[in-house]
């Protein structure tokens, strides 16, 4: 399992490799890995159905209890094999879609790294390692997202839904945090199996918030859904790989996995029914307010996000089993809606649904394939996504909590959605054929192969759909319920209310989907209050963020670095000093073991301080202040520390020669302070050298902790193995700390080396 994940990463490395190696040929090289993870997957899917789970675990930081851990169960399996199946069709998708593009092998990086990234996330056993994964998925989404650069819309997006799903990463982590502090282990495997004493726990609903709030961001509930629309200036294969098996599948997994251990208190089934159902009509609604065609599947896509929580939510055999399916149709279904969508737009030029029609005679596969698939979308037999529906109304019919609410928000979502998968199902393919920006034709094999192997699978499932739930979708069920799931998906359900509400929903839904043009004059009525909603105030907080900002800017940020040298230190002083004097006390013996020259040394670098400050000449200032780090240089020297002697020889060194060469080209020092500046600057200084005096002096005279410097001598050897104790406390000791600092330092040049090769193309406005 860890080979299968971290392998991306390395592939993704190899790219710009690969591409200058295979050419047009790249992607179809590149498919292999999705397409064995998924050959790996169904290797060992005998395994898990009848063990229950395979589990590895690699020690990260054993002294803190972490582990790189994976667990690879039903529900992991299952989600396993959406990401690197579908994936698969993505890569060769994007290769016909993106074929030519200056930027193809980028593309290639990142969807590498972001599948690469899903897998870490439904694998990951340990709390960390699923918090890692979880933000590098919001990285490479990022990047996804804003793939076009150069387009301000896009950037914009990329930034959008980086900050709120960031924003929820920090819950996430908080939510995460108090887990470990509630089960007492990093493994979920651990934590979940012991449910009961999570539930009673006082951290609970606290736990329940920060976790949730991670989920909902990430998934696009309500009132975080405007994100996901937005993400639509991603290229299609993006959009399509992002609303089908990743990214905002990933929260509706964490919801998955926590349901053993924290569903089913009163909370969970609250807020995720009540949630779920408005992020279930919200989205079916908006979807028929616009004629993009990538935007109406966005909202569909939020509508099915509501539709898996809420099912979560309600809990119980019948809704596990509806989860499931219900997931896995719309992945198969959505994905090729999505590459459908894809290929209009490539073929026609165009994304806007008004301006296409007849395209049925001009591009048949593709019309076959989005026919197919908008049938499953809407719930039609014999389509997968009719006895996923069937299931969903079944569950919903048997709520314990909310049914009638629940009911009517499920029979009203899914008479919107009919409606969405009926205007993209007909109006580009039907009637008079309209011109448009590009002639239109069949799209090439590499971007017909997707949606046709979707597309018929949802067809083949729907009328075999034993074919999934008799081994893999009852596994994930059963570990979605955390106890054995058994049933038999089938595609008639007989003459029962949930018949009839799918009926009644196919009927209303058509009726508004040929009345389409006069329902989206109503909602655009609507208008002023719908511009209102969460993405208005996403902005506002946006601008008063940019407002504080600015206001801060101009209080604190004068352009002078005196001042800032200034209130830094006032800051300093005043807060340290006063808990210094008032909480603790400066506790110290004057009674100091000083050697004459020792006083000397310490007298030569207080004078050579006070000369650097008087002298107007710049070679006596620095030669003064050369003076005074030399000095201190000596006063190593004379406390047995000649390894730090000679680096700050070396340092003084090199800081007099740059300070000679800077301000021989710079002005002649000028006179700016006032008398009474001076004395400012004087006493700012004076009190700030008192305030460290004092608390050297404190520190020298107290033993508060018990010496480390004992520790590191005697292990020094057989722990670091190596005699020069600093280099062992940088290496080994402080292994964690040397490693941060160098990689600020490599993210900084990268960022400098990115600043001083970048030419950016001015455009010319229109």
Same mark, same amino acid.
């Given at each position: 399992?860890?080979?299968?994940?971290?392998?991306?990463?390395?592939?993704?490395?190899?790219?710009?490799?690969?591409?200058?190696?295979?050419?047009?040929?790249?992607?179809?090289?590149?498919?292999?890995?999705?397409?064995?993870?998924?050959?790996?997957?169904?290797?060992?899917?005998?395994?898990?159905?009848?063990?229950?789970?395979?589990?590895?675990?690699? !020690?990260?930081?054993?002294? $803190?209890?972490?582990? +790189?851990?994976?667990?690879?169960? =039903? &529900?992991? #399996?299952?989600? @396993? /094999?959406?990401?690197?199946?579908?994936?698969?069709?993505?890569?060769?998708?994007?290769?016909?879609?993106?074929?030519?593009?200056?930027?193809?092998?980028?593309?290639?990086?990142?969807?590498?790294?972001?599948?690469?990234?899903?897998?870490?996330?439904?694998?990951?056993?340990?709390?960390?390692?699923?918090?890692?994964?979880?933000?590098?998925?919001?990285?490479?989404?990022?990047?996804?997202?804003?793939?076009?650069?150069?387009?301000?819309? !896009?950037?914009?997006?990329? $930034?959008?839904?980086? +900050?709120?799903?960031?924003?929820? =990463? &920090?819950? #996430?982590?908080? @939510? /995460?945090?108090?887990?470990?502090?509630?089960?007492?282990?990093?493994?979920?495997?651990t934590l979940l199996s012991d449910g009961e004493s999570l539930r009673e726990h006082a951290l609970y609903l606290p736990m329940l918030l920060c976790l949730l709030g991670g989920a909902f961001t990430k998934s696009a509930q309500f009132p975080f859904h405007f994100w996901l629309p937005?993400?639509?200036?991603?290229?299609?294969?993006?959009?399509?790989?992002?609303?089908?098996?990743?990214?905002?599948?990933?929260?509706?997994? $964490?919801?998955?996995? +926590?349901?053993?251990?924290?569903? =089913?208190?009163?909370?969970?089934?609250?807020?995720?029914?009540?949630?779920?159902?408005?992020?279930?009509?919200?989205?079916?609604?908006?979807?028929?307010?616009?004629?993009?065609?990538?935007?109406?599947?966005?909202?569909?896509?939020?509508?099915?996000?509501?539709?898996?929580?809420?099912?979560?939510?309600?809990?119980?055999?019948?809704?596990?089993?509806?989860?499931?399916?219900?997931?896995?149709?719309?992945?198969?279904?959505?994905?090729?809606?999505?590459?459908?969508a894809g290929a209009l737009d490539h073929e026609t030029g165009t994304k806007d649904i008004d301006e296409m029609g007849g395209l049925r005679r001009l591009m048949p596969i593709t019309a076959t394939c989005a026919f197919v698939a908008a049938l499953s979308l809407g719930g039609v037999?014999?389509?997968?996504?009719?006895?996923?529906?069937?299931?969903?109304?079944?569950?919903?019919?048997?709520?314990?909590?909310?049914?009638?609410?629940?009911?009517?928000?499920?029979?009203?979502?899914?008479?919107?959605?009919?409606?969405?998968?009926?205007?993209?199902?007909?109006?580009?393919?039907?009637?008079?054929?309209?011109?448009?920006?590009?002639?239109?034709?069949?799209?090439?094999?590499?971007?017909?192969?997707?949606?046709?192997?979707?597309?018929?699978?949802?067809?083949?499932?729907?009328?075999?759909?034993?074919?999934?739930?008799?081994?893999?979708?009852?596994?994930?069920?059963?570990?979605?319920?955390?106890?054995?799931?058994?049933?038999?998906?089938?595609?008639?359900?007989?003459?029962?209310?949930?018949?009839?509400?799918?009926?009644?929903?196919?009927?209303?839904?058509?009726?508004?989907?040929?009345?389409?043009?006069?329902?989206?004059?109503?909602?655009?009525?609507?208008?002023?209050?719908?511009?209102?909603?969460?993405?208005?105030?996403?902005?506002?907080?946006?601008?008063?963020?940019?407002?504080?900002?600015?206001?801060?800017?101009?209080?604190?940020?004068?352009?002078?670095?005196?001042?800032?040298?200034?209130?830094?230190?006032?800051?300093?002083?005043?807060?340290?000093?006063?808990?210094?004097?008032?909480?603790?006390?400066?506790?110290?013996?004057?009674?100091?073991?000083?050697?004459?020259?020792?006083?000397?040394?310490?007298?030569?670098?207080?004078?050579?301080?006070?000369?650097?400050?008087?002298?107007?000449?710049?070679?006596a200032a620095v030669a003064a202040a050369g003076v005074m780090g030399f000095g201190i240089a000596l006063i190593f020297l004379l406390f047995s520390a000649p390894d730090l002697a000679i680096t700050q020889l070396l340092i003084e060194t090199l800081t007099v020669i740059l300070l000679?060469?800077?301000?021989?080209?710079?002005?002649?020092?000028?006179?700016?302070?006032?008398?009474?500046?001076?004395?400012?600057?004087?006493?700012?200084?004076?009190?700030?050298?008192?305030?460290?005096?004092?608390?050297?002096?404190?520190?020298?005279?107290?033993?508060?902790?018990?010496?480390?410097?004992?520790?590191?001598?005697?292990?020094?050897?057989?722990?670091?193995?190596?005699?020069?104790?600093?280099?062992?406390?940088?290496?080994?000791?402080?292994?964690?700390?040397?490693?941060?600092?160098?990689?600020?330092?490599?993210?900084?040049?990268?960022?400098?080396?990115?600043?001083?090769?970048?030419?950016?193309?001015?455009?010319?406005?229109?």
């Amino acid at each position: 399992m860890q080979i299968a994940v971290l392998a991306g990463f390395a592939l993704a490395i190899l790219v710009p490799f690969l591409s200058r190696w295979c050419g047009s040929r790249t992607g179809l090289v590149l498919a292999l890995y999705p397409a064995a993870i998924a050959c790996w997957l169904v290797s060992l899917a005998p395994q898990v159905l009848q063990s229950g789970g395979l589990y590895f675990e690699q !020690a990260w930081a054993p002294s $803190l209890g972490l582990s +790189l851990s994976f667990w690879l169960d =039903g &529900l992991s #399996l299952l989600f @396993g /094999l959406l990401i690197s199946g579908i994936g698969t069709l993505i890569i060769l998708y994007a290769s016909g879609y993106l074929y030519n593009h200056p930027q193809l092998a980028r593309f290639y990086v990142l969807i590498l790294s972001f599948m690469s990234s899903m897998l870490g996330v439904v694998m990951a056993d340990g709390l960390m390692t699923l918090f890692v994964f979880w933000e590098l998925t919001s990285i490479t989404s990022y990047l996804l997202i804003g793939f076009n650069h150069e387009d301000a819309a !896009a950037r914009k997006s990329a $930034l959008q839904g980086l +900050l709120v799903t960031f924003t929820g =990463g &920090l819950a #996430l982590m908080s @939510g /995460l945090i108090l887990l470990n502090v509630a089960g007492s282990s990093w493994s979920l495997q651990t934590l979940l199996s012991d449910g009961e004493s999570l539930r009673e726990h006082a951290l609970y609903l606290p736990m329940l918030l920060c976790l949730l709030g991670g989920a909902f961001t990430k998934s696009a509930q309500f009132p975080f859904h405007f994100w996901l629309p937005n993400a639509m200036a991603a290229p299609t294969p993006v959009s399509a790989y992002l609303h089908s098996a990743t990214m905002v599948k990933a929260g509706i997994y $964490l919801m998955a996995r +926590l349901q053993p251990g924290l569903g =089913g208190t009163e909370a969970w089934m609250t807020i995720l029914c009540v949630i779920g159902a408005i992020t279930m009509v919200v989205g079916a609604f908006l979807a028929l307010r616009f004629t993009g065609i990538k935007k109406v599947l966005a909202y569909s896509t939020v509508m099915a996000l509501g539709t898996l929580t809420m099912l979560l939510g309600i809990g119980g055999e019948a809704a596990m089993i509806a989860f499931v399916t219900f997931l896995t149709a719309h992945s198969l279904y959505k994905g090729a809606l999505f590459m459908v969508a894809g290929a209009l737009d490539h073929e026609t030029g165009t994304k806007d649904i008004d301006e296409m029609g007849g395209l049925r005679r001009l591009m048949p596969i593709t019309a076959t394939c989005a026919f197919v698939a908008a049938l499953s979308l809407g719930g039609v037999i014999p389509l997968f996504g009719f006895v996923a529906k069937e299931l969903m109304f079944e569950a919903v019919l048997e709520a314990p909590r909310y049914t009638g609410f629940l009911i009517g928000m499920s029979l009203l979502a899914s008479v919107l959605v009919v409606a969405a998968a009926g205007i993209v199902a007909l109006r580009p393919f039907f009637g008079a054929l309209k011109a448009t920006p590009k002639t239109p034709h069949e799209a090439p094999l590499s971007m017909l192969a997707g949606p046709c192997v979707l597309a018929g699978l949802s067809l083949v499932l729907g009328f075999m759909p034993w074919l999934a739930g008799d081994g893999l979708l009852n596994a994930a069920a059963g570990a979605v319920m955390g106890a054995e799931v058994v049933t038999d998906l089938y595609l008639w359900h007989g003459l029962n209310t949930a018949l009839m509400m799918s009926m009644i929903s196919l009927g209303v839904g058509l009726l508004v989907c040929w009345r389409w043009p006069g329902v989206r004059g109503v909602i655009h009525r609507f208008s002023p209050v719908l511009d209102r909603g969460p993405e208005a105030g996403y902005w506002k907080l946006m601008d008063l963020l940019v407002r504080v900002a600015g206001w801060q800017t101009r209080l604190l940020q004068s352009g002078y670095m005196r001042n800032y040298l200034i209130l830094t230190l006032l800051s300093f002083t005043g807060l340290t000093g006063y808990t210094l004097l008032v909480r603790h006390g400066p506790v110290f013996d004057l009674a100091l073991d000083v050697r004459l020259q020792e006083v000397v040394v310490a007298l030569v670098i207080a004078a050579s301080a006070i000369v650097a400050c008087m002298m107007r000449s710049r070679l006596a200032a620095v030669a003064a202040a050369g003076v005074m780090g030399f000095g201190i240089a000596l006063i190593f020297l004379l406390f047995s520390a000649p390894d730090l002697a000679i680096t700050q020889l070396l340092i003084e060194t090199l800081t007099v020669i740059l300070l000679i060469l800077v301000l021989f080209r710079m002005p002649q020092f000028a006179s700016l302070s006032t008398p009474m500046e001076r004395v400012r600057d004087m006493f700012v200084a004076v009190m700030t050298g008192g305030l460290m005096t004092l608390l050297m002096l404190t520190v020298l005279g107290q033993d508060l902790f018990t010496s480390i410097s004992e520790y590191m001598i005697d292990n020094s050897v057989p722990l670091g193995h190596g005699h020069n104790i600093v280099n062992v406390i940088l290496v080994d000791f402080r292994a964690l700390d040397t490693l941060g600092e160098i990689f600020v330092l490599s993210l900084a040049a990268i960022g400098v080396l990115a600043m001083l090769r970048l030419q950016a193309k001015e455009r010319k406005m229109p």
